[in-house]
């Protein structure tokens, strides 16, 4: 049960972040990009002796360019970090990383297991080592009290992301390893798209058979 809320605020938590980070940039790059059409309104009403439209574009710039979103770029940044920490979490829950696998599909099963067991030992080691290290750093940083240049949050809230997201990544390995030590199966992410392998299959079959059949 815990573990399934674990695994759904996992994706919620990823969701949300990705979800915040697409709308700010949205809404930042419209913010800048519409001062310059606003600007450029401006500038042609006042060509043309347009007065309505020079005056409106005028109000509208003053009330766009009241919008500060300076802070945009900071906050994107800081989402995109705490992002790509539980993301990390969520890909080794998954096994969507990225591996070398060459030497160990040359194995054979029974050389294969102690490798596979190895690996997982030296990821949870050096992501154990990662988490604790970053929670070090987090309390030195909580002690010195400084804070971001834009946002102004405490940039400890910040820096929480590397320990909390490393920590989550070393109990996702310690989970693959319990789960691979009991199954011998590890998790595996199918790249192949949907209906291509049906269609590949169904090419495939078409070339044996005209292949196969007697010319004429």
């Known amino acids: 049960m815990l573990l399934r809320l674990l695994d759904r605020f996992e994706e919620i938590f990823i969701s949300l972040l990705m979800a915040a980070a697409v709308v700010l940039i949205f809404v930042a790059v419209l913010h800048r990009f519409s001062l310059g059409w606003l600007a450029d309104l401006m500038r042609y009403g006042r060509t043309n002796e347009i007065a309505w439209l ?25 989402l995109f970090v705490w992002m790509a920490k539980f993301g990390a979490a969520y890909g080794v829950r998954l096994g969507i990383h990225v591996g070398v696998d060459v030497l160990v599909e040359r194995l054979s099963p029974e050389q ?5 067991v190895i690996a997982f030992l030296l990821c949870i080691l050096f992501t154990a080592l990662v988490a604790f290290i ?25 820096y ?42 169904n090419e495939g079959a078409s070339a044996t058979t005209a292949a196969g059949e007697p010319r004429p």
């Open 112 to 116: 294969r297991r102690p490798v596979t």
């Open 134 to 158: 970053g929670f070090d750093f987090v309390r030195e940083i909580y002690h010195t009290g400084s804070v971001s240049a834009d946002l102004e949050i405490k940039m400890w809230i910040v």
């Open 54 to 78: 020079a005056e409106n574009s005028r109000s509208l710039y003053s009330a766009v360019s009241g919008i500060r979103l300076t802070w945009a770029q900071e906050a994107c940044i800081y």
């Open 160 to 201: 929480l992301a590397v320990p909390v997201g490393s920590a989550l990544m070393c109990f996702r390995f310690l989970q693959a390893l319990w789960t691979y030590l009991r199954t011998g199966e590890l998790a595996h992410h199918d790249h192949a798209v949907e209906g291509l392998a049906v269609s590949q299959g």
